[in-house]
């Protein structure tokens, strides 16, 4: 199971949003009994700004507390005017062939 956290922010308000995403890693630091990061940010220009995304292998049974340690970093991060974001629980295959009514696979 992946967290997906995406943000999007006026490019003015980059060096904000880097200054603050500091400091809410700092207050919210990673904790790999929770979640294990394997995009840490990615960054993209677009016409109406800037665009990040974050993914994270959420550890068995830690989805509430992988999306609580996000949800904190990204409200820290709203505080900057304009930025919008969303955060996304993602199935791997066999996680999500029963929302089809399919087995997941055994081996």
Same mark, same amino acid.
């Given at each position: *199971?992946?967290? %997906?956290?995406? =943000?999007?922010?006026?490019? #003015? !308000?980059?060096?904000?949003?880097?200054? @603050?995403?500091?400091?809410?890693?700092?207050?919210?630091?990673?904790?790999?009994?929770?979640?294990?990061?394997?995009?840490?940010?990615?960054?993209?220009?677009?016409?109406?700004? *800037?665009?990040? %995304?974050?993914? =994270?292998?959420?550890?068995? #049974? !830690?989805?509430?507390?992988?999306?609580? @340690?996000?949800?904190?970093?990204?409200?820290?991060?709203?505080?900057?005017?304009?930025?919008?974001?969303?955060?996304?629980?993602?199935?791997?295959?066999?996680?999500?062939?029963?929302?089809?009514?399919?087995?997941?696979?055994?081996?």
């Amino acid at each position: *199971m992946y967290m %997906v956290s995406e =943000s999007w922010w006026p490019a #003015g !308000k980059s060096a904000d949003v880097g200054k @603050l995403y500091l400091e809410a890693v700092k207050k919210f630091p990673d904790d790999r009994s929770v979640d294990k990061p394997i995009i840490r940010g990615a960054f993209w220009a677009e016409k109406e700004g *800037m665009h990040a %995304v974050t993914i =994270s292998s959420i550890k068995p #049974g !830690k989805v509430k507390e992988s999306l609580d @340690l996000e949800t904190n970093r990204m409200l820290m991060l709203s505080s900057v005017e304009g930025l919008i974001y969303t955060i996304h629980i993602a199935f791997d295959l066999p996680e999500a062939m029963p929302f089809v009514g399919l087995a997941a696979p055994t081996d």
